[in-house]
């Protein structure tokens, strides 16, 4: 497995490579969700190449960056024994030097959910991605479907920008009680911890409201978030029954519709979704 | 020659095209400026693309995205005579379908000059140059000096963003008497068409005064101005000596500074600059 730093080390070693290529970008720490993105690339691909890079600019001034989780003596180790061909693993200013001046912007799918809570957040992952994309060269890259919105921004900007690369979205990978995997769930206090299943849970009561023949968005809105409110430890944020391509509101629930939110547990924010089938 | 006018056909012709290739982006009208990028382009690359395209997202709403000149049958007759390997002609909805929303902004290089006269024209640029790199993914791309601004931005937006290709940029060709060639100068009356020939004079003025030693910016800029205030056609929108990464403008003027100007000549404009040796 090779360990490249710097742009010029990634890029030499990606001329090495032979075949396709496809590249699982993490922020480390990386869970079951992550190892099943590699998984999936590995088998659809002649090579592998996962970044671990914790991107500043994708976190507001109040956010965790400092405190983001980091492991990468672990990291490492994970993806050595999933047989990883190249990990890239920069440091901040390898990405973004002193004079870094462009930024990557998509409109319109960024101003809801996310983007309206995160002002810059996407402005920042758009422009990692699309660095990550130049520099490595992939033929596919694999996205978790648990950052719902994030997976629309970046198919939205490979399309505007006519970038030459298949977007993979993935299934989201759970907890046994049906928690998302998320680096962030280390913030959980063990209550925290056991209260945050109601994410899921009101997902699948949305699920089972969606099958009973219920398609009104607002019914389901609601019924989710009376459900959520009664977790004394949770605040919700959002919660969001929108189009999958545009993120628009719906009125009345539609197929590939998502469902999403967010809500807070202490100082920790997470966020989990489905799409209705 | 082929004819791309989707971008289906151009991935298409583009993934028929052995070793190495060299892209000229322009929006037609083609003069001697433009023929010698290509040429330079087919000496150093094993095919050469050039696009066609007047970009409507660089134009500001009072400029001439309508009538700027347009030309197809005789570019393509000059494109086939010198033996260009493919054409990319798409229309507008081709480059920016409707629900077209990504940008790509390349900050600070762009808020003075060109950028400070014309909002948003170098927003327009850097993203259709991506997507144009994107779609051809040339390993050089030629542009002309006499752009200078231009230049300054798509190399920072190449390497902010770690686009894999190399810019080339090709010395600026002059009509006879030193008039920078231009699609617009064919919007000059026969009066105006030769009061333009100020700029160049201006800058001929500039190189003789610190070719004898006159270090101090803003000497030569006073003399380039009051040289050019003797025209009465003429009127000066800029007159800058910069550096030629940051274009910051200079107290004292060195090796490698951008010495530019835009000039008005009735509603036609007209830039020229030259590097300092």
Redesign the interface.
């Known amino acids: 497995m090779i360990i490249a730093k710097t742009?010029a080390e990634m890029?030499k070693a990606r001329n090495a490579l032979k075949g396709s290529v496809g590249l699982v970008p993490t922020m480390g720490y990386l869970h079951e969700g992550h190892l099943t993105l590699v998984r999936r690339s590995k088998a659809e691909n002649m090579a592998t190449v996962v970044s671990i890079f914790v991107n500043p600019t994708q976190f507001g001034p109040g956010e965790d960056f400092g405190k983001y989780p980091r492991a990468p003596e672990v990291d490492l180790e994970m993806l050595e024994k999933l047989k990883t061909d190249v990990v890239f693993m920069p440091m901040p200013d390898v990405i973004y030097p002193p004079?870094?001046?462009?930024?990557?912007?998509?409109?319109?799918?960024t101003e809801r959910l996310e983007g309206a809570v995160r002002p810059g957040h996407f402005r920042g992952v758009?422009?990692v991605v699309?660095?990550l994309f130049?520099?490595v060269?992939p033929d596919k890259a694999y996205f978790g479907q648990k950052d719902a919105q994030q997976c629309v921004v970046v198919k939205?900007?490979v399309s505007?920008?006519?970038?030459?690369l298949e977007i993979v979205i993935v299934s989201t990978v759970r907890e046994p009680d049906g928690l998302a995997m998320s680096s962030r769930n280390v913030y959980l206090s063990p209550e925290e911890r056991k209260a945050a299943v109601v994410l899921s849970r009101s997902l699948k009561l949305a699920e089972d409201m969606i099958a009973g023949g219920e398609m009104n968005a607002d019914k389901v809105r609601e019924a989710m978030r009376s459900l959520i409110n009664r977790e004394p430890r949770a605040f919700i944020d959002y919660i969001s029954i929108a189009d999958g391509a545009?993120l628009d509101e719906l009125i009345e629930v539609k197929k590939d519709a998502v469902i999403s939110l967010a809500v807070r547990f202490g100082r920790t924010r997470l966020l989990d979704n489905m799409v209705v089938k």
Chains 1, 2 share one sequence.
Do not use: G, H, Q, S
């Not at 004079?99 to 799918?109: H, M």
């Not at 505007?160 to 030459?164: H, I, Q, S, Y």
């Open positions: 742009v890029k004079e870094f001046n462009t930024w990557v912007t998509v409109e319109k799918v758009a422009t699309n660095k130049n520099i060269r939205k900007m505007d920008l006519n970038m030459p545009t």
